[in-house]
C-alpha cells in the first residue's frame, strides 16, 4: 500500500490508464487479460478513488459502461439488466482477515432472512446454478414466437440482434405450446468448447486467424451485421430467468420457471441445478460442482445462488447495480507459481514492444506453458516484476497465459530488475514512450511490416480470404513486400513459385485480392494500423468525410494546426463531430495520416483501383424523414420493429432508443409503453404504422 497521497494518486493515473486500454481491447473482442485480474484492478481502483475522495463524476468506476455498436438499432430493457453481487475472495474483515466465501454467503442469507423480516431459523429455499460465462441476451417471445433479441448493453438499452440470433439457432424459435401473451426470456448465449475448437480448426485450415476466447467469440458473431449462414458456428444457450410476463400463467419459483421453459422446448439447466434448503447444501454443491468444471463442454466462471420463491423478489429490491435475490460465487480461476526465467521485447503491428515472459514450463489448465504475456513495462514496474522471481500465472479467457503477480517473498538475491528497452529488438531503432505503452515508429522495421501486413489482410480490415499469417510471411520475404498497397500488385505466378502453392491456390489469393479492392474507406483505415485507429472510430471518419482525398486534406489541415479544423473535430475532450475523438488521440491518428509515408500508401492504393471512398448503403433520402429522429416503441400492426427502423434508415432517418427533447417522432404500437408517455409529457409527436408508411411514400 503506498503511503504518500503523491504516490496513490500516481498509482491511480496509471490504474485508470491500465483500464481504459484494457476495456477498450475487451470491446473490440481482443482481451488480454482475465477478467479475475481486471476485476482486480477495478477494485484496487476504487480502494485507491476513496482514499484519495475521488468526487463521483471524476470517476472511472461511476461512468455507465456504454456497450453500444453503430450500425445496430438500440433499444431500452423494460426491466434493466442488472448484474449480480459477488462474493469476492478479496473481503476482509474489520482486523484485516480475509473473509471465507462460506462465511459471505451466510452473512449474505442472514440479511436476506431479516430484510424479509423472516426468523432466524426460517426456511428459504435456494436454488444454486452455474454461471455459464457467454454473454446475457433479453428475448421477447409474443404470442410463443420470438420476436426480437436484444444485448445487455449497457444494462438500460441493448442492442437489437434478433436476426443474428435466430441465425445463430441458439434459441427456440417458438415455446412449445404458448400461443398467448408475451412474455421477456433472459439467458445466456456461449459457444461450447468443443463448437469454437471444431470452428478454430477451420479457421486455422484455411489459414486465417483463430479466434481467441469462446466467449469473446460469440460476442463477435452477435454482432456481423451479415448473419447468414452463422448456424454453422454452433452457438448455444441456456435461459434462466423470466424478468415480466403478460398474459401467461407462470410457476411461483426459480426451479418451477426453469421446468417451465425446459417443457416449452427451451435451453435450460437441468442436472446441473441443486435446491438448497440452507447455506451449507448451496455451498456445498458450488464446491462439488467447480470440481466438474474442466469435464464441462462449456465455461463457467461460477455458481449463482438465488432465492428459488419469487414472492420475495419485490420485497427484496435492488440496488442501482445488484438485485437482492441473488449473489454470484466466482470460482478462482487456476493459478500457477513458476520462475521467470528471462524477458524479451514482442513487436506489434503498430510497433508496440511488449514485454513477454519466458517461464519455467508449467502445467496450467491442461496445457503446458512457458511463454506468458506482460502487457507492458509500467505493469512491470507498477508489480515490481524481477527475472528470477517466483510469479504468479493465469489463463486469460482460457487461453492466453498472463503473469499476474508475483511472490516478493521467494526471490533470490540474485534477481534482475526488467529494463525497458532502448532499442527495438527488430530494426534496432530508438523507440519513443507514449503513456503506458512503448513503440518502435521506424515505418521499415521488419516486425513491424510483418505484423502489420497480417492486419492489413485480416478479416476486421480487408479481409483478403487464403492470405493468412504464413502465406504474407513468405510472400514479403521472397518479394520484399513492405507496404500493404504492394500485396495487390501480386501475381499468380509470383504466388504459385511458393512453396505449399500451386496454380489453383495461388489464383484464388489474387481473386481474393481483387475482391478486397472494394470494401471501402473504412475497412482500409482499420488496415493501416494506426494507433487509436480502431473499428469504430475507422467508420466514424470514413462517413464524415466520405473519401480519402478529404480526410488526407484536413489532416493535413490539423497538422499546420488550423485552429478551426482542430477545433471543429477535436475540442479537447472529445465532444466534437466525432464522438469521443479527444484531442491527444486526434494528434496521433493526423499525424499518421498525413504522414509521407501514409500518403505513398494511398497513393499507391489508388493506383492499383483500391476504392477509397466511403460504402454507403444506398440510401434514398426521403423528405419529411431525412435528418429526423424516430424512437419506436410497442408493437406495429404490420412491421416488425427492425424493419421500420431499416426503413427509416435507408431514408435517411435516426431511430434512437429513448425519448428525449431531441426526438422528432414516436412511433406508437400497441401495447406502447412508458416513451409514449414520456412523448406525451414532452410535446413530440406521436405517429402510428401507417402515417410512417405514408410519410416514407410507401403508404
Ligand atoms: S441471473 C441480475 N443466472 O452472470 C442478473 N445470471 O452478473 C441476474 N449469468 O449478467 C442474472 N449464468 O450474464 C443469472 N444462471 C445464471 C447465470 C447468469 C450466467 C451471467 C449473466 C449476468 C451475470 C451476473
Known amino acids: 500500500m503506498p503511503t504518500s497521497a503523491d504516490e496513490q494518486r500516481r498509482e491511480l493515473t496509471q490504474l485508470a490508464e491500465q483500464i481504459a486500454y484494457h476495456e477498450a481491447a475487451y470491446r473490440r473482442g481482443e482481451a488480454e487479460i482475465p477478467d479475475s485480474e481486471f476485476d482486480e484492478m477495478f477494485e484496487r481502483y476504487g480502494e485507491l478513488a476513496d482514499a484519495l475522495g475521488l468526487e463521483e463524476g471524476e470517476r472511472l468506476d461511476a461512468a455507465p459502461g456504454a456497450d453500444h455498436t453503430e450500425g445496430f438499432e438500440t433499444v431500452e430493457h423494460r426491466v434493466a439488466m442488472l448484474s449480480l453481487e459477488k462474493l469476492s475472495p478479496n473481503r476482509r474483515d474489520s482486523h484485516g482477515e480475509p473473509i471465507p466465501l462460506r462465511e459471505q454467503l451466510e452473512q449474505w442469507y442472514v440479511r436476506r432472512l431479516k430484510e424479509l423480516e423472516l426468523e432466524d431459523g426460517a426456511r428459504l429455499p435456494l436454488l444454486v446454478e452455474p454461471k455459464i460465462d457467454g454473454i446475457s441476451v433479453s428475448l421477447l417471445y409474443e404470442g410463443g414466437e420470438l420476436t426480437r433479441a436484444v444485448t445487455r448493453g449497457d444494462g438500460r438499452s441493448g442492442d437489437v440482434i434478433t436476426r443474428q440470433v435466430e441465425e445463430s439457432g441458439a434459441v427456440p424459435r417458438r415455446l412449445e405450446g404458448v400461443s398467448s401473451g408475451t412474455l421477456e426470456v433472459r439467458g445466456e448465449l456461449y459457444w461450447p468448447t468443443s463448437a469454437f475448437r471444431a470452428y478454430n480448426a477451420r479457421l486455422a485450415a484455411a489459414g486465417e486467424r483463430t479466434i481467441i476466447n469462446p466467449r469473446n467469440g460469440c460476442a463477435g458473431l452477435m454482432k456481423r451485421k451479415e448473419p447468414e449462414g452463422l448456424g454453422e458456428a454452433g452457438i448455444r444457450s441456456f435461459l434462466y430467468q423470466v424478468p415480466w410476463v403478460e398474459g401467461v400463467e407462470l410457476p411461483d419459483s426459480q426451479s418451477g420457471i426453469l421446468r417451465w421453459l425446459a417443457d416449452r422446448g427451451a435451453p435450460v439447466y437441468v442436472d446441473e441445478i ?46 442501482g447495480h445488484h438485485p437482492h435475490w441473488g449473489i454470484a460465487f466466482k470460482f478462482p480461476p487456476e493459478r500457477k507459481a513458476t520462475r521467470l526465467l528471462d524477458v524479451s521485447v514482442q513487436v506489434g503491428k503498430s510497433g508496440k514492444l511488449t514485454p513477454v515472459a519466458h517461464l519455467e514450463p508449467v502445467l496450467l489448465a491442461q496445457t503446458t506453458v512457458s511463454r506468458a504475456s506482460l502487457h507492458n513495462f509500467v505493469e512491470i514496474e507498477r508489480k515490481d516484476i524481477r527475472i528470477g522471481d517466483t510469479v504468479l500465472v493465469e489463463k486469460a479467457g482460457e487461453i492466453i497465459p498472463q503473469v499476474v503477480g508475483v511472490k516478493k517473498d521467494a526471490r533470490p538475491a540474485d534477481a534482475r530488475a526488467v529494463s525497458r528497452p532502448t532499442t527495438c529488438p527488430s530494426c534496432g531503432s530508438e523507440p519513443v514512450v507514449e503513456e503506458i505503452f512503448i513503440y518502435c515508429v521506424n515505418p521499415a522495421c521488419p516486425a513491424k511490416v510483418s505484423e502489420r501486413l497480417q492486419h492489413f489482410a485480416s478479416r476486421s480490415a480487408m479481409d483478403v480470404e487464403g492470405l493468412g499469417e504464413k502465406l504474407i510471411a513468405q510472400v514479403a520475404q521472397a518479394y520484399s513486400i513492405a507496404t500493404p498497397d504492394a500485396l495487390f500488385g501480386l501475381t499468380v505466378e509470383q504466388l504459385a513459385r511458393l512453396e505449399r502453392m500451386g496454380e489453383k491456390s495461388a489464383q484464388n489469393v489474387v481473386d481474393a485480392l481483387a475482391r478486397a479492392k472494394g470494401r471501402g474507406l473504412a475497412r482500409v483505415l482499420v488496415g493501416l494500423a494506426i494507433r487509436h485507429l480502431g473499428e469504430r472510430m475507422a467508420e466514424d471518419l470514413a462517413s464524415y468525410f466520405g473519401s480519402a482525398e478529404r480526410l488526407l486534406e484536413f489532416a493535413a489541415r490539423y497538422v499546420a494546426g488550423d485552429e478551426a479544423a482542430v477545433e471543429a473535430l477535436a475540442p479537447e475532450k472529445g465532444t466534437g463531430a466525432i464522438e469521443g475523438l479527444a484531442r491527444k488521440t486526434a494528434d496521433v491518428i493526423f499525424a499518421e495520416l498525413d504522414s509521407p509515408a501514409t500518403r505513398a500508401v494511398f497513393a499507391a492504393l489508388a493506383g492499383h483501383g483500391v476504392k477509397l471512398d466511403a460504402v454507403v448503403e444506398t440510401r434514398e433520402e426521403v423528405e419529411g424523414v431525412a435528418n429526423k429522429t424516430f424512437v419506436l416503441t410497442g408493437t406495429l400492426p404490420t412491421l416488425k420493429r427492425t424493419e421500420a427502423a431499416e426503413r427509416i434508415k435507408i431514408a435517411g432517418g435516426k431511430v434512437s432508443g429513448s425519448v428525449s427533447k431531441k426526438t422528432d417522432f414516436v412511433v406508437a404500437g400497441e401495447e406502447a409503453g412508458s416513451k409514449l408517455d414520456k412523448a406525451q409529457k414532452l410535446g413530440v409527436a406521436v405517429i402510428d404504422e401507417a402515417t410512417l408508411l405514408q410519410m416514407l411514400g410507401r403508404g
Not at 278 to 297: I, K, N, P, Q, S
Not at 298 to 316: A, C, N, P, S, T
Open 274 to 319: 441443486l435446491r438448497a434448503d440452507d447455506v451449507a447444501a448451496a455451498f456445498a454443491h458450488c464446491e462439488a460442482y467447480g470440481a466438474r468444471r474442466a469435464t464441462l463442454d462449456f465455461d463457467i466462471d461460477g455458481m449463482v445462488i438465488k432465492i428459488d420463491e419469487l414472492k420475495w423478489y419485490g420485497r427484496l429490491g435492488e440496488t
